[in-house]
C-alpha cells in the first residue's frame, strides 16, 4: 500500500449555560505529514542516545532503506492513519565491532515491533503495540552547502566502485557560496557546484598538474575519482554518509563525514 500522509486535528466544542448553544471555530489542522521522500536519522533507540549513525529513507512506492549502522537494508512500510508496520529488513552481511552490530539488531527489532507512529517535520518516533516508543528519529536536511567530506570508495570507469587505495586520502568540500575543493590523492581539485532536490551538478572542474608515484596506482586513482566526480547527477545524505549516483543509477562516489 502506498504510504498516507498522518494529519492531526483538534476540534473543540463547548455548550454554555442554559439554551443557547455556543460553538467555536474548529482548530486549524495541523499540517499534514507524508513519510515519502523524507530522510531520518536515528536519535534514541528504545530511550537510550544512540552513537551510530543508523538512517531511514522513505520511498514514493512505500520503500524504506538506509543503514542499519553497519549493514545497508531494504525493507517496505505500510501506513495507516497513525498505524505502520514494516516488513523484515533485508540488509548486506558485513560484520563491524560488537556495539554497533548491538545497535543494529536492535533497530531492526524495533522496526518489526513498531505499531504506531508520530511525525511532524523535524522528527519521527515509532511505538510498539502497548504505546510504547522504541524509536526516535531526526529529519535529515539534504543541504550540502558547508560540509566537508573524506571519499570512501568511487567508481573506477569499468562500472565498479571500489575502495580508496590505502596510504592516499581523497577528499571533498561544498563551500557555502557554490565552490567545492579537495584533494584528488595527488592533486588538488576546484571548481563549482549546483546542488537541489538531490540533483547535483560540477562546473569549471580542474585540478592542479603535481605528478605522484607512490603509493602505486595513486594517479590512475586520481583520474578515475575525478571522473567519477563530474559524472554525479544525484546525491543522498544519509546520516554522516554521503552517496552519488551517475543518470543512469549506477554508483558514483561514496564519502563519510569529516
Known amino acids: 500500500m502506498m504510504m498516507t500522509a498522518l494529519a492531526t486535528g483538534l476540534f473543540v466544542t463547548s455548550c454554555g449555560a442554559g439554551s443557547a448553544e455556543e460553538e467555536t471555530t474548529p482548530a486549524p489542522a495541523s499540517e499534514a505529514i507524508d513519510l515519502a521522500g523524507t530522510h531520518l536519522v536515528l536519535s534514541e533507540l528504545n530511550g537510550e542516545p544512540v552513537d551510530v549513525s543508523v538512517t531511514a529513507a522513505f520511498g514514493e512506492d512505500g520503500s524504506v532503506a538506509g543503514s542499519g549502522g553497519c549493514n545497508r537494508y531494504n525493507a517496505s512500510a505500510e501506513v495507516e492513519g497513525d498505524s505502520i508496520t514494516f ?12 556495539d554497533t552490530m548491538a545497535v543494529e539488531s536492535a533497530y531492526f527489532e524495533a522496526l518489526l515491533a ?75 581539485v576546484v571548481g563549482g557546484f549546483s546542488a537541489e532536490g538531490g540533483a547535483i551538478s560540477f562546473t569549471d572542474f580542474g585540478t592542479t598538474m603535481m605528478a605522484c608515484d607512490e603509493p602505486e596506482g595513486v594517479m590512475e586513482q586520481e583520474v578515475a575519482f575525478v571522473a567519477a566526480l563530474e559524472s554525479a547527477a544525484t546525491y543522498t545524505l544519509e546520516g554522516d554518509r554521503l552517496s552519488m549516483r551517475t543518470a543512469d543509477d549506477q554508483g558514483a562516489v561514496e564519502l563519510v563525514s569529516k
Do not use: H, K, R
Not at 518516533?125 to 529529519?139: K, Q
Not at 561544498?174 to 592533486?187: H, L, Q, R, T, V
Open 87 to 98: 516488513t523484515p529488513p533485508a540488509s548486506t552481511m558485513m560484520a563491524c565491532d560488537e
Open 114 to 188: 513498531a505499531s504506531s507512529f508520530t511525525a511532524t517535520a523535524e522528527t519521527m518516533t515509532l511505538a510498539d503495540e502497548g504505546g510504547t516508543e522504541i524509536a526516535a528519529f531526526a529529519a535529515q536536511a539534504q543541504d550540502l552547502a558547508g560540509t566537508s567530506w573524506t571519499v570512501t570508495a568511487y567508481n573506477d570507469g569499468q562500472s565498479a566502485v571500489v575502495s580508496v587505495l590505502e596510504g592516499t586520502t581523497l577528499e571533498v568540500s561544498f563551500d557555502e557560496d557554490g565552490a567545492i575543493s579537495g584533494n584528488a590523492g595527488c592533486n588538488s
